[in-house]
């Protein structure tokens, strides 16, 4: 008779990190992902073999040949499986043990997405213009909104369903900003709370340049000419 065999129980949470060419950082990354959560490294094309590096440390790989930011998240947001789906940069400018309390207060019920305010720790943790436009965005999305939030972080936690339910379409740099503000349009509560910003390991994709900086600008301005929505799965 053959063995009837249990799949595993799915993980509490999935840790989503867009990765490109972060091989020296994943280290550092990775052995801070909490204990019994599962890190999912979304490689968009890396050349550095940091997939294999993902690998070997107990990740679980995805691949997304399609280039961008926002590809490489919902790549991992689609490929996820837990309850409560949280997303990290790869750089080791982000310390993913700090997702443990937003956790709490999804689980809890007490808040739908939480967002981490980036503070920065040391030289060259965030440069002045990167600084200036992430300042520009947050008034703009004050106004679209009416949220009080002062960073569009790349820290964050929320339900997985209620994320897929967003049906969010960016692809691009404006992936984090078009999830809040479709999440403000359904009503959800959202939370912004301080976390250390360190000096980013490697050179950054997007705002290591003015150039870089202005095009995730530009990006994200064409998410707050969207016109308001409440998707399906609105919590309110």
């Known amino acids: 008779m053959k063995a009837v065999t249990t799949p595993p129980p799915p993980p509490p949470v999935d840790v989503v990190l867009p990765c ?3 091989a020296e950082a994943l280290p550092w990354v990775l052995e801070r992902i909490p204990a019994g ?4 490294v979304v490689d968009n094309g890396s050349t550095d073999g940091s997939a294999d590096v993902a690998r070997a440390l107990g990740a679980t790989v995805v691949h997304e040949p399609r280039r961008g930011f926002g590809a490489a998240c919902h790549a991992g947001l689609t490929a996820a499986t837990a309850g409560i789906v949280c997303f990290c940069d790869c750089d080791a ?3 993913p043990s700090l997702l ?4 709490g207060e999804v689980q809890s019920g007490e808040t739908d997405l939480v967002l981490g305010r980036r503070r920065p720790r040391g030289r060259g ?3 002045a213009h990167a600084r200036a436009g992430n300042l520009a ?3 703009l999305l004050r ?3 009416g949220l009080r939030l002062h960073d569009v972080g790349p820290l964050r936690a929320a339900r997985r369903e209620a994320l ?3 049906e969010l379409t960016d692809r691009r740099s404006g992936y984090p900003l078009q999830m809040v503000v479709r999440a403000a349009d359904a009503g959800w509560r959202v939370a912004e709370h301080d976390v250390p910003y360190l000096p980013r390991t490697g050179a950054s994709k997007v705002t290591g340049t003015w150039h870089g900086t202005w095009q995730a600008v530009r990006d994200m301005r064409r998410v707050l000419a969207e016109p308001a929505s409440a998707p399906e799965g609105s919590h309110r």
Do not use: G
């Not at 959560?37 to 999912?40: E, F, K, N, Q, S």
């Open 100 to 103: 443990v309390p937003f956790v």
């Open 143 to 145: 106004r679209r909104t």
């Open 93 to 95: 400018s982000l310390d």
């Open 125 to 127: 943790a965030w440069p």
């Open 20 to 22: 490109l060419n972060e």
């Open 37 to 40: 959560w599962r890190a999912l």
């Open 164 to 166: 897929l339910a967003l």
């Open 137 to 139: 965005l947050a008034v």
